[in-house]
């Protein structure tokens, strides 16, 4: 079966960075064949897309909210995806999720068919 593994999280002040991964494995066509994306959940709140690439990893989309401190990218031969996030925020605090889809454009919760447990990422201030 399907199986996103995350990890990277941890606790981290304001400014700092951390990096997260996510290893896919059990999928049917080839890593590369599919758009990767990074969504959140903070507590009491709704998951929220963070960021997205397209299969090829040519094409890159971002929250707003994390748009020029956070970077994703994609490695097809380690059927692997991370988000570096840099500058981190308290607000940024929330359980971080890697999901699958087909659509690197597609920013809601639906449009993803596979989904990690999540790393939670915590930031002091």
């Known amino acids: 079966q399907v199986q996103l593994v995350e990890s990277g999280g941890g606790l981290v002040q304001a400014g700092g960075s951390l990096r997260l991964s996510c290893a896919a494995s059990?999928?049917?066509?080839?890593?590369?064949?599919?758009?990767m994306a990074w969504f959140r959940q903070a507590p009491g709140k709704d998951r929220e897309f963070v960021s997205s690439i397209s299969w090829g990893g040519g094409s890159t989309y971002y929250a707003d909210s994390v748009k020029g401190r956070f970077t994703i990218s994609k490695d097809n031969a380690k059927n692997t995806v991370y988000l570096q996030m840099n500058s981190l925020k308290p607000e940024d605090t929330a359980i971080y999720y890697c999901?699958?889809?087909?659509?690197?454009?597609?920013?809601?919760?639906?449009?993803?068919?596979?989904w990690g447990q999540g790393t939670q990422v915590t930031v002091s201030s």
């Open positions: 999901a699958v889809g087909s659509d690197a454009t597609a920013t809601r919760v639906s449009k993803y068919y596979y």
């Open positions: 059990g999928l049917a066509l080839p890593f590369g064949s599919y758009v």
